[in-house]
């Protein structure tokens, strides 16, 4: 019989740390980013090196432990933890190689894109990596990376050029373009189903001239500004990206303190060509509409504005959101946006809706795990708040948005972006392409070790 005491044995030899429910640091070490999970693993192993992902991997599997695996902690859903079994914490491979000449990066999978951002960003080099700079490299890449640079240069995932991962079976392979091919497809998009990917190797692009920030509307305008913004961003050139968002304007600089907590629309703009080039190509939106409220669009190295949004969401706020993918935003879906977007309980609560189109859209649907390429945009209505009284409001809200606009989406969901919601959820957000995910995932794990996650079934199973 399988005990704590005899997996602790087994797990001897690891040159991180092992932390169970006696040790003084095992509440800190359970904690993830959303304050809303709260579940309490029987192990977590910190660990250090390659070695010692190996020989958890294969304690958890030779001792029917449920296994989850850990790199920022930020998923939504909580799916890098578990009750009862063993969390693979990996935070301590967090070594960053930018080489500049070649405008590639290899980086350890506990890194945070902040990590990175910084290392790269010395040479005025990025490569696509969301909007929050606490997030994980390898939730966010595996499960394809939206974010302010991709428009001008794809999701994340088409920016991967390689990456070292432990299998279910304790093996170590490399997975690229040229070896383990039908892995590395899978690992694009495909989320932690396939094994722990403990190096990523990322192809990097000039971010020396990049200019970002918000232009915020009085929300009453939501409606006027989201038409002309549906019109607007996909005919602009790949070299701007803005999301369009409701939100209220957080109660701290750099924002004037007349605008604090006011509920607003807006665009946060992300563009690679310059000042010059982005309010040329910004133009056409702006001239459109009324003055706005707040135009904060300025030169920014493009790391600061990864790490624009930390301080508001620090790790601990209650988070419950949903998500869909989405070709067009006809009238009927404005005039619901605009109504739940004119309603959130709490200031941190917002609704974003992220550009899927131009460098994206360069691969096609099948060319990757990720199929949604035909898609324009993700939208996420994410319910946040820093108050645990809050829990049920925001999760309300974030479902009947939801709800309301699901049947204007395209069916799935970014992955990343999902709750935890059932097998239909995940294979709608895949596609055409969850038969041959199925199918390596049986090659690769046919025992569904890796299954906290949102789970591709092995073929056969």
């Given at each position: 019989?399988?005990?704590t ?7 001897g ?24 999970i ?14 010692d ?42 070594s ?19 990590q ?85 190797t ?19 305008q ?26 209220q ?22 563009g ?64 619901i ?50 108050e ?41 957000s895949?596609?055409d ?9 049986a ?19």
């Open positions: 019989m399988t005990t005491g005899n997996v602790e044995e087994a797990l030899d690891l040159a991180g740390t092992l932390i169970g429910p006696g040790h003084p640091d095992y509440d800190a070490a359970r904690s993830v980013y959303n304050g809303m709260d579940k309490s693993p029987a192990l977590i192993a910190q660990v250090r090196t390659e070695e992902v190996v020989l958890a991997v294969n304690v958890a599997r030779k001792n029917g432990l449920l296994l989850a695996v850990r790199g920022g902690g930020h998923n939504g859903g909580g799916l890098g933890t578990c009750d009862g079994g063993l969390v693979i914490d990996l935070a301590g491979l967090d960053v190689d930018v080489d500049p000449d070649a405008k590639t990066v290899t980086v350890g999978g506990g890194c945070t894109w902040g990175v951002d910084t290392a790269t960003g010395a040479y005025g080099l990025a490569t696509p990596s969301g909007i929050i700079s606490t997030t994980g490299v390898g939730g966010l890449t595996l499960g394809g990376g939206l974010g302010h640079l991709t428009r001008a240069y794809g999701l994340t995932i088409d920016n991967l050029l390689g990456a070292d991962v432990v299998l279910a079976d304790g093996r170590m392979v490399r997975a690229s373009a040229t070896e383990e091919r039908d892995l590395f497809w899978a690992l694009r998009g495909g989320g932690g189903n396939f094994g722990v990917v403990t190096s990523f990322f192809k990097l692009n000039d971010v020396s001239r990049f200019f970002a920030g918000p232009t915020f509307w009085a929300v009453e939501g409606d006027e500004v989201l038409k002309a913004y549906r019109e607007f961003l996909p005919n602009a050139p790949r070299q701007l990206n803005g999301f369009f968002a409701y939100t304007v957080p109660p701290a600089p750099p924002f004037p303190e007349e605008l604090y907590l006011r509920p607003v629309c807006g665009v946060i703009w992300a690679v060509d310059g000042e010059d080039a982005a309010r040329q190509a910004m133009a056409p939106l702006l001239d459109s509409l009324p003055e706005p409220l707040l135009d904060g669009a300025a030169p920014v190295p493009h790391a600061a504005m990864q790490s624009a949004f930390d301080a508001l969401y620090p790790k601990g706020d209650q988070w419950y959101w949903r998500a869909d993918f989405v070709n067009t935003v006809p009238d009927p879906a404005v005039d946006h605009q109504r739940f977007g004119s309603a959130l309980p709490t200031f941190k609560c917002t609704m974003h809706l992220y550009p899927i189109d131009a460098a994206a859209h360069d691969a096609g649907p099948d060319d990757t795990a990720w199929a949604y390429r035909d898609a324009t945009w993700g939208s996420v209505f994410a319910g946040v708040s820093a645990a009284s809050d829990a049920e409001a925001i999760k309300r809200w974030s479902i009947d948005y939801f709800e309301a606009l699901h049947p204007y989406s395209a069916g799935g969901a970014y992955v990343n972006m999902m709750m935890d919601e059932g097998d239909d959820r995940v294979r709608a895949y596609r392409n969850y038969p041959r995910l199925a199918q390596i995932k090659t690769y794990d046919p025992g569904n070790l890796f299954r906290v996650n949102q789970n591709i079934r092995p073929a056969g199973s």
